[in-house]
Structures are given as structure tokens and as C-alpha cells.
Antibody, heavy 119, light 108 residues
Framework: QLQLQESGPGMVKPSETLSLTCIVSDDSLSDNNYYWAWIRQPPGKGLEWIGSFYDGGITYYNPSLKSRVSMYLDTSKNQFSLRLASVIAADTAVYFC???????????WGQGTLVTVSS | DIQMTQSPSSLSASLGDRVTIRCRASQSISSHVNWYQQKPGKAPNLLIYGASSLQSGVPSRFRGSGSGTDFTLTISSLQPEDFATYYCQQSFSNSPYTFGQGTKLEIK
């Protein structure tokens, strides 16, 4: 059964770049039937879609974050990454990685990792 | 953005109760709605996709329905493990995909 695991620093300073990696337990990163996504959840709040991409090269980002977001895929390492530039306190959240199909059904999810933006 | 509005925001119910959670989209989205359950400190877990299809392994007491702008998630007989927060998500438009604000289901 596919498993996803996020990793990265738990704290980032304001104005710096948040970088996270999601390790995928099988080879499905190269399967063009799947997309790979990042979603975040501020403490005590709801879910926000950050963006998605797949190995075919299509990416789409939440317009509210598009100017600061980039995503990368490394199939040789079975992992994909998120970078969010110029972070502010409002970017403090649990960040989840997930796989979805072409119908944007998210399954499975990683366990999530808390990133705090603080000086 | 397509706005997804869930109601109620919170709900108290007893074991064995039947509960219904509603989700309304700001425009017609056909049947492109998915439902997730989230327990504290955990990732969301897929329950229902395509408005009414039950994800493999999910108990049959969970049922999804609706199309267009109005959708419901019904739990037919609450079990202890069902007390959690539930989210709807629209998968009609990727600009961006959006979630409802969540419904917290608590024990009465």
C-alpha cells in the first residue's frame, strides 16, 4: 500500500523559503495516471490546496500562492518537493503531501508536518 | 474560486444516531465532490468520491448524495470512531480545488 512521508524543517524565519520533501514508497511518481499535491492546514483551521503536478509536466498552483510556490519532482529518488518563498506568519501550518487521480480525489495522504514561521 | 459551504459547522450527536452534513457549492459542479474524515493530529482520510461512491474499506454506514450545488454526507448509525471533523472538497475546477470549512462532529 502506497505511503507518503513529508520531511523538512519545523521552523522557518519570516521572508525565507520553506522547503519540504515528500517521499513516496513506490514507483508511482512516474505513472501519468496520478498527480501529486501539497495541501496545508493552519492550526485549528481548514484545508487549503497549494498545488498539484505530475510527471507529464502539467502543474497548477492556487492563484493565491502562485507567485511564491514551486514544486519539483525527482523520480530517481521517489520524491517530490515544495518550495514556498517569502514566508510570513500566516504560512504557519501543517503541510500534507498527497496523491490524486485525474478526478482530484486525494488518496492517500502523508501524515503531515508542522512548519512554524517565526523569528 | 468555487466556494464550498458546509453546514452545520459543529454537531453534537449520540451513539446510534443518524446524522447529515451538508455542503453547498457556489456554482454547479455536477457530481465532483469528495468527502474526507479527519481525526485530531491525523491526515484526512477519503470516505466518498464522485459525490456518492464509497471508498474501499469505508463502512457502509457512510453515504454520499447530491449533484449540482447541493451535497450531503449521511452517517446512518454513529459509532465511537466516527467522532471527527468532516470536509467536503470540490474537484470540478482546479483554480483552485477548494474545501468546505469543516464540520466537527462531537459526542452529545
Amino acid at each position: 500500500q502506497l505511503q507518503l512521508q513529508e520531511s523538512g524543517p519545523g521552523m522557518v524565519k519570516p521572508s525565507e523559503t520553506l522547503s519540504l520533501t515528500c517521499i513516496v514508497s513506490d514507483d508511482s511518481l512516474s505513472d501519468n495516471n496520478y498527480y501529486w499535491a501539497w495541501i496545508r492546514q493552519p492550526p485549528g483551521k481548514g484545508l487549503e490546496w497549494i498545488g498539484s503536478f505530475y510527471d507529464g509536466g502539467i502543474t497548477y498552483y492556487n492563484p493565491s500562492l502562485k507567485s511564491r510556490v514551486s514544486m519539483y519532482l525527482d523520480t530517481s529518488k521517489n520524491q517530490f518537493s515544495l518550495r514556498l518563498a517569502s514566508v510570513i506568519a500566516a504560512d504557519t501550518a501543517v503541510y500534507f503531501c498527497a496523491r490524486h487521480n485525474k478526478r482530484a480525489v486525494l488518496d492517500p495522504w502523508g501524515q503531515g508536518t508542522l512548519v512554524t514561521v517565526s523569528s | 474560486d468555487i466556494q464550498m459551504t458546509q453546514s452545520p459547522s459543529s454537531l453534537s450527536a449520540s451513539l446510534g444516531d443518524r446524522v447529515t452534513i451538508r455542503c453547498r457549492a457556489s456554482q454547479s459542479i455536477s457530481s465532483h465532490v469528495n468527502w474526507y474524515q479527519q481525526k485530531p493530529g491525523k491526515a484526512p482520510n477519503l470516505l466518498i468520491y464522485g459525490a456518492s461512491s464509497l471508498q474501499s474499506g469505508v463502512p457502509s454506514r457512510f453515504r454520499g448524495s447530491g449533484s449540482g450545488t447541493d451535497f450531503t454526507l449521511t452517517i446512518s448509525s454513529l459509532q465511537p470512531e466516527d467522532f471527527a471533523t468532516y470536509y467536503c472538497q470540490q474537484s470540478f475546477s482546479n483554480s483552485p480545488y477548494t474545501f468546505g470549512q469543516g464540520t466537527k462532529l462531537e459526542i452529545k
